[in-house]
Every structure is written in structure tokens, then in C-alpha cells.
């Protein structure tokens, strides 16, 4: 079935990126010889480097899209640059929660980071190729 042909995937990308060598177990009676468990990282931890490996695609689509079209119209300048500041505090937040325990939550950072960061650039760049910006009330340095 579909659900099975989903789950496959996930499972083996799960077991092979997401163990936590860090995160063994010591088994036994206090005075008995221990043996170490891998365990598995936890599901939600999981699916967040999933959401976040997926917003790292649609950030490198959007990057592509802006470099071959040399155009940001349609595009919120305010909007990318929320992303940034996001990006940014995430670059914080994410060292004191559970994702550093993967094995590449710090090259997914470093690699969104830098992708965001060259989405900023281009808007900066082509700021004159889009016609309409947001109101001063909303713009992002009043509702930053």
C-alpha cells in the first residue's frame, strides 16, 4: 500500500541520520558487568529535522527562482527578512533543545543560515524590481 511505500523511506532515514550515539544506556545490576543501547532519536525530534530539511528546500527552490529570473516581484522583502531574524535566533535557540543531539541539525543550521542569508542579499539587490511594499505601520523594523 502507499502507507507502507511512505514508511519505508522514513524508517531507514530515521535509523541511519537520527541515532544518538551520545544518548547510550548503561543496562544491569550496579555490580554487574554494563553493555551500551543505542537508542533511536525520538520521533518528534524527527520530524522536526524533517520540517526544517523541507523548509531548506523551498528556501534553495526560492533561492533559484530569484537568481534565474533576477526579479523579486510578487516577493515580501519584509517577509525574508522576518526569515533572517528567525534563522538568526534559531542559530541560539537550537543549541538548548534536543536537535543538536542529531547527527546533522548543526550542517542543517549552518546550511539554512547561509541560504537565508543569500535570500536577504538578493532581495537587498533587486529591491527595485518589485513595485508594492507593506505599509509603514507593518513593515518589519515597526513589528520586529
Known amino acids: 500500500s502507499s502507507a507502507e511505500v511512505f514508511a519505508l523511506p522514513c524508517r531507514a532515514i530515521h535509523a541511519a541520520l537520527c541515532v544518538i550515539p551520545s544518548a547510550c544506556q548503561r543496562t544491569g545490576d550496579p555490580g554487574s558487568p554494563t553493555k551500551r543501547v543505542d537508542q533511536a532519536l525520538p ?7 524533517i520540517g ?36 538568526i535566533s534559531r542559530c541560539v535557540w537550537s543549541m538548548e ?29 533587486l529591491y527595485h524590481t518589485t513595485s508594492k511594499h507593506s505599509v509603514p505601520l507593518l513593515r518589519v523594523y515597526v513589528t520586529a
Open 52 to 87: 526544517y530539511l523541507v523548509q531548506f528546500g523551498a528556501s534553495c527552490l526560492l533561492l533559484y527562482k530569484i537568481y534565474k529570473f533576477k526579479s523579486i516581484y510578487g516577493l515580501s522583502v519584509d517577509t525574508q527578512i522576518s526569515y533572517l531574524l528567525a534563522v
Open 97 to 125: 533543545t534536543r536537535l543538536v543531539e542529531t547527527k546533522f541539525a548543526y550542517l542543517e543550521l549552518m546550511c539554512s543560515t547561509a541560504i537565508c542569508g543569500g535570500l536577504a542579499f538578493l532581495c537587498w539587490q
Open 43 to 49: 520521533m518528534e525530534v524527527f520530524l522536526f529535522v
